[in-house]
């Protein structure tokens, strides 16, 4: 057994870009679960669904969840009390890790440390995942927080202080994001377009609905 | 807005805001709403939220002048200017909640108009939010806590965010993208 676990940013690209068809392809040669949290669900299903301009995105996400391509962590076995549990001192620990002006810094919310509590409960039962987060600060927080602080720095224009000590809890999580997923559905063939601009057409595509990847990293895929 | 120095700064901002308004100085408006964003980012203040969001709302409305031709124009300006002066007053007295009354006031007044205008403005005020929570975001806080900030969602904001330069900052390159490649490549190895 094997997950691969969606923040709500990830989905919410795929779905404003019409790709959860090609979300759907890539479970058929994933032999896992694609999973969300509920906290995710709300973000991507429960409250779009009361927002005109969005209700539609929300309609073929629920329409993944009813067809059982994306599922909820209650299909491994986790309650979802279990995810609330760890979740609340994940969100504890990274929004007290990071200080400016005396103040501690609330970087992330609930949805995105539910993500990293159902990826730690899942390790824990010996279920290997990996987290597709397509916003930056909950990846910079897990690959590279001194990144993180020197980002805050410069775009705070303030000394930011960091209790080092905390950054273990976050080391241990892995990311891909939707530019990783659309690669692997285009070098798998599960992309319908057939053009030679097709890999350009799909990272440009998720970079401009959020997804946090440079052109510089897009230009180097395209090389691969 | 829960000390003495936060306060200031929003009584300075407010006092530089008459100002501008007087001048039509939209770029002076824009930069005041950026500079309330900077320690708002960092407090993750409302107070300080909402005066960036109804500062840059001003800004737009001021420097589209298509607004100013409908009738009910007049009133509102009139009504936008007297907040603004009222706030100014109440944080002088350190009346914060006078001072969230003035501001909470500007939004009301909106619900009162009709019509074209009405959207319009409001119109204006959603994309203002949409744009300072594209702003915080770019300060390092994350997509859905500055969602949750602004009241927007991640939809929105994504869209919005993902069509500016954020992501092309060199720092939030956090890994080899060969390593992050091959990371989901394993992944979906049987």
């Not at chain 1, 609340?88 to 929004?95: D, G, I, K, M, Q």
């Not at chain 1, 891909?176 to 057409?201: F, H, M, P, Q, W």
């Not at chain 2, 409302?46 to 007049?74: C, F, H, Q």
């Not at chain 2, 949409?130 to 900030?149: C, D, F, M, P, V």
Request: charge should be positive.
């Amino acid at each position: 057994m094997k997950a691969l676990i969606f923040d709500a940013s990830t989905l919410i690209n795929f779905s404003m870009n019409g790709l959860l068809d090609v979300l759907a392809k890539l479970k058929t040669i994933f032999n896992g679960k694609f999973l969300i949290t509920e906290d995710v669900r709300y973000e991507t299903i429960k409250r779009p669904l009361n927002i005109k301009k969005f209700e539609l995105g929300a309609l073929r996400i629920q329409s993944l969840l009813n067809k059982k391509i994306i599922e909820l962590p209650d299909s491994v076995g986790i309650k979802n009390s279990q995810i609330e549990e760890r979740s609340r001192e994940l969100l504890r620990t990274s929004n007290r890790t990071f200080i400016a002006k005396n103040s501690y810094l609330h970087l992330i919310d609930r949805g995105e440390s539910s993500c990293l509590a159902l990826s730690e409960i899942l390790t824990r039962k010996g279920i290997k995942n990996i987290l597709a987060i397509d916003e930056r600060t909950t990846r910079m927080l897990c690959e590279n927080p001194e990144n993180l602080q020197k980002l805050l720095e410069t775009k705070l224009h303030t000394k930011v202080k960091v209790k080092k000590e905390n950054f273990w809890e976050f080391e241990k999580f892995k990311v891909i994001r939707s530019t990783e997923l659309v690669y692997i559905a285009y070098k798998n063939k599960l992309v319908e377009l057939k053009n030679g601009l097709v890999l350009d057409a799909l990272l440009y595509a998720v970079k401009y609905k959020g997804c946090s990847v440079s052109r510089n990293e897009i230009e180097e895929i395209k090389r691969l | 807005m829960e000390k003495l120095e936060e306060k200031e700064h929003i009584l300075s901002v407010l006092k530089e805001t008459k100002a501008a308004v007087r001048k039509e100085d939209t770029i002076k408006l824009k930069n005041l709403s950026n500079k309330t964003i900077h320690a708002a980012s960092i407090k993750q203040d409302p107070d300080g939220i909402a005066l960036a969001v109804m500062i840059y709302a001003l800004s737009k409305i001021i420097e589209r002048k298509k607004y100013t031709y409908y009738k009910e124009w007049p009133n509102f300006h009139k009504k936008y200017v007297e907040n603004i002066n009222k706030a100014v007053e109440n944080l002088e007295k350190s009346d914060i909640k006078g001072f969230r009354n003035n501001i909470n006031e500007i939004r009301s007044e909106i619900g009162k108009l009709s019509g074209k205008f009405k959207k319009y403005i409001q119109d204006v005020f959603r994309k203002a939010e949409i744009n300072k929570a594209s702003r915080i975001y770019e300060h390092g806080i994350s997509i859905e806590q500055t969602a949750k900030l602004l009241g927007i969602t991640i939809w929105e904001l994504a869209e919005y965010a993902g069509q500016t330069g954020i992501s092309d900052v060199n720092l939030t390159v956090t890994l080899p993208i060969k390593q992050r490649i091959k990371q989901a490549e394993d992944m979906f190895k049987t």
